[in-house]
């Protein structure tokens, strides 16, 4: 039996990174998982990764800027699994910019995915919980949940938002039995930074390059692992943390604590 057996999962953004990751961590522990994202190529592969594991895996395509997404990827759960017991606000963006140089357009396109989706889906999957009697929520915050960062304006405005979203929502729901937690991470490799032309004007060996440098700064001398912020949100989704509540989790390599 794993810690999460009997458990159904909705993973935001779970085609890859630390959503994927999540993904896979959460079927070896016994939970079916629907994961959404936008790539259906991507989705497959983690559906079937999910399946390989012994749970079952649907993939919903799915863009949680739109209500209409959102309320499908409920809906899809509902039907094919009849209830819903965890949900990981995984999927969100990183933007950079100062007060002055971040654009209407960035402005909102942040609002939108790190912030109202995760409000929306929360809303969404709440009153299910409340029927059952139980229910968790995890969000994806960051180590810029609790400190600013030079030249991310917009991306840290949206992860101190989600800070306090979660604690909010942590005393609301805390006598309905629905725990309401935010994993933190610092800066992580994901391996598709490395393909070329993810980011603009970068190659991979560039990209490389300034990971190893800007890694220098983060006391365990390296960027955390996807697998190793999926043990956090594990913790946070499974019993281990019954009396835990409206917290967010530092998992930053020490970055935090300078």
Request: proline share 2%.
């Amino acid at each position: 039996m794993g810690k999460l057996s009997g458990k159904v999962a909705i993973i935001t953004g779970g085609t890859s990174g630390i959503g994927k990751a999540t993904a896979l961590l959460f079927a070896e522990e016994g939970a079916d998982v629907v994961i959404t994202g936008r790539r259906a190529d991507l989705g497959q592969r983690v559906e079937n990764g999910i399946r390989e594991r012994g749970a079952r895996g649907v993939f919903v395509a799915a863009d949680h800027t739109q209500a209409e997404g959102c309320s499908r990827v409920i809906e899809r759960t509902l039907a094919e699994f009849g209830r819903l017991d965890i949900l990981f606000n995984n999927a969100g963006i990183v933007t950079g910019g100062t007060a002055e140089t971040t654009s209407e357009e960035v402005w909102n396109e942040t609002l939108a995915i790190n912030v109202t989706a995760v409000w929306r889906m929360s809303k969404l999957v709440l009153p299910h919980m409340r029927e059952q009697g139980k229910g968790v929520i995890v969000n994806n915050g960051s180590d810029w949940s609790v400190v600013a960062g030079k030249d991310a304006f917009p991306y840290v405005m949206s992860k101190g938002a989600v800070a306090l979203m979660t604690k909010a929502m942590a005393l609301d729901y805390a006598r309905a039995n629905i725990r309401v937690n935010a994993v933190c991470p610092g800066d992580t490799f994901v391996e598709r930074w490395l393909e070329k032309g993810y980011f603009e004007g970068s190659d991979p060996v560039t990209v490389a390059e300034t990971m190893n440098a800007a890694s220098t700064y983060i006391p365990m001398g390296r960027f955390g692992r996807p697998e190793e912020i999926a043990q956090a949100v594990l913790f946070l989704a499974s019993d281990d943390s019954s009396f835990v509540t409206g917290h967010l989790l530092l998992v930053d390599g020490g970055n935090t604590a300078q």
